[in-house]
């Protein structure tokens, strides 16, 4: 759709980008145009806004450095407090642009912004997005930032997703310190996939699931190089987690097994840490 001609010429009143397409560095009356204009743009509401959208373009198609940032600035501005009102209008708006038939570069490119601004009017749209492959790492990162009901949409759409989404999707979960997600951590601990594995390992240790504190010292002791560094940081993790909490027995028994375990010379480190953890929880 093209967009009107009056926001294209509100729009072409940006400053000229630097010569590597970037807004750095500008100068005080630059700043000003870009003020005005996105000023001028925040007035006109959602038919602006979809003008403004219908500029964008799939990445290398053509010139929307101006849109791009008009749209950026925007986003930046609306989602400072007190603009509530606008804010939810503007993420409204550029959900409901996600699931249709534009290009995926600029459906990407709105899922961002919807990172910056978006709220729990757009949660919906996002966990849609979730489910195309090209969409679905952005997707997962606009609702962790978001937070509010995105553990619903994250695990809705697991089921459903596979490979790099999936990791994707689990991630956030552990980002999200989804309680509700304490099953798909745990099954998730024997995976196929090792940097799936990883993440159930740190999804756990961050929602401090006791329950599943010998599966996750079971899998430091299954593997060896980056994965064992990793989930045998994640036990500590969980132990310090579960300290943390008032549960100084569950942590003790964690922090006693891993001084046992760790004996190679590498790991003279986490011996050290668990002994002291240890002693602060007995």
């Not at 090209?134 to 490979?163: F, Y």
């Not at 010292?217 to 987690?241: K, P, S, V, Y």
């Amino acid at each position: 759709m093209a967009a009107s001609e009056e926001i294209e010429a509100l729009v072409n009143r940006m400053p000229d980008p630097a010569r590597n397409g970037t807004y750095v560095d500008m100068n005080p009356e630059k700043v000003k145009q870009v003020e005005e204009v996105v000023r001028e743009l925040a007035k006109g509401g959602r038919s602006s806004l979809l003008g403004l959208i219908d500029m964008l373009v799939e990445p290398g198609e053509g010139d929307d450095v101006k849109a791009h940032f008009a749209l950026h600035v925007l986003a930046v501005r609306l989602s400072a407090p007190g603009n509530g009102k606008a804010r939810a209008q503007f993420a409204r708006t550029l959900a409901g642009q996600i699931t249709g038939e534009r290009p995926a570069g600029v459906r990407k490119y709105l899922i961002e912004q919807l990172q910056v601004a978006g709220g729990k009017e757009a949660v919906g749209a996002l966990g849609k997005a979730l489910l195309e492959p090209q969409l679905c790492d952005v997707a997962a990162r606009a609702l962790a930032a978001i937070r509010d009901g995105a553990a619903e949409q994250l695990l809705a759409a697991l089921p459903r997703v596979k490979g790099t989404s999936r990791l994707s999707v689990i991630k956030k979960l552990a980002v999200l310190r989804a309680e509700q997600a304490a099953g798909v951590f745990r099954k998730a601990l024997a995976d196929s996939d090792r940097d799936v594995r990883i993440a159930a390992a740190w999804g756990i240790a961050r929602i401090g699931d006791a329950s599943a504190a010998k599966a996750m010292l079971d899998a430091a002791d299954a593997h060896t190089g980056w994965e064992r560094i990793n989930q045998t940081d994640a036990c500590m993790a969980l132990a310090e987690e579960l300290a943390a909490a008032g549960n100084k027995k569950a942590a003790a028994a964690i922090y006693a097994r891993l001084q046992k375990t760790c004996t190679d010379a590498s790991e003279s480190h986490i011996r050290q840490a668990a002994a002291r953890g240890l002693a602060a929880a007995t």
